[in-house]
T-cell receptor, first 116, second 110 residues
Framework: DTGVSQDPRHKITKRGQNVTFRCDPI?????LYWYRQTLGQGPEFLTY????????KSRLLSDRFSAERPKGSFSTLEIQRTEQGDSAMYLC??????????????FGPGTRLTVL | RKEVEQDPGPFNVPEGATVAFNCTYS??????FFWYRQDCRKEPKLLMS???SGNEDGRFTAQLNRASQYISLLIRDSKLSDSATYLC???????????FGQGTTLQVKP
């Protein structure tokens, strides 16, 4: 499978615990995006990377959230001290910087987080 | 006010009906425009890009009016398999980040 992959697909955790999600973008895609989607809403932008550089963070990304893309390939999103309001689907998307339309983003299947 | 606004619906239509979805966007820095389709508990998938000249893909027609900051999607001859949530999406210049509307739910009934 050459699409975007995310791991785990589902995560149930207790309030106050830390969780980490992983995203593997399509090979050689320079840009990687994280979005969050709650029930009944469209996805909301969290942050994005161009290669290993994190270029923008949404105000939605509180100091409990951190994202990395250390080698410009896969990315991780960590949430510390989870709260019930963090329950959502976390989506990752990637896109090439050049070539076949940088506008087109390809989404992974998402990680569904439930905080009890 | 949300940057991209859509009527959430739901739209309940019979098979074979024609249905139209609209959305408006507020940021004039929006560069590109799309409709994405999202099935229940799945990731969004690109349905089609939207251009000022209008574009068609089979039973689907999309239109952009930059002056009015208005985007539309028309689905003709609805199929049961068209039942999904349709997300209106704009792409921001420079960053490429996508701004999504709330989504419009379509339910096509036999």
């Amino acid at each position: 499978d050459t699409g975007v992959s995310q791991d785990p697909r589902h995560k149930i955790t207790k309030r106050g615990q830390n969780v980490t999600f992983r995203c593997d973008p399509i090979s050689e895609h320079n840009r990687l995006y994280w979005y969050r989607q709650t029930l009944g809403q469209g996805p909301e932008f969290l942050t994005y990377f161009q290669n290993e550089a994190q270029l923008e963070k949404s105000r939605l990304l509180s100091d409990r959230f951190s994202a990395e893309r250390p080698k410009g390939s896969f990315s991780t999103l960590e949430i510390q001290r989870t709260e019930q309001g963090d329950s959502a689907m976390y989506l990752c998307a990637s896109t090439p910087l050049e070539g076949q339309g940088p506008d087109t983003q390809y989404f992974g299947p998402g990680t569904r987080l439930t905080v009890l | 006010r949300k940057e991209v606004e859509q009527d959430p619906g739901p739209f309940n239509v019979p098979e074979g009906a024609t249905v139209a979805f609209n959305c408006t966007y507020s940021n004039s820095a929006s560069q590109s425009f799309f409709w994405y389709r999202q099935d229940c508990r799945k990731e969004p998938k690109l349905l089609m890009s939207v251009y000022s000249s209008g574009n068609e893909d089979g039973r689907f027609t999309a239109q952009l009016n930059r002056a009015s900051q208005y985007i539309s999607l028309l689905i003709r001859d609805s199929k049961l398999s068209d039942s999904a949530t349709y997300l209106c999406v704009v792409n921001m210049r420079n960053t490429g980040k996508l701004i999504f509307g709330q989504g419009t739910t379509l339910q096509v009934k036999p």
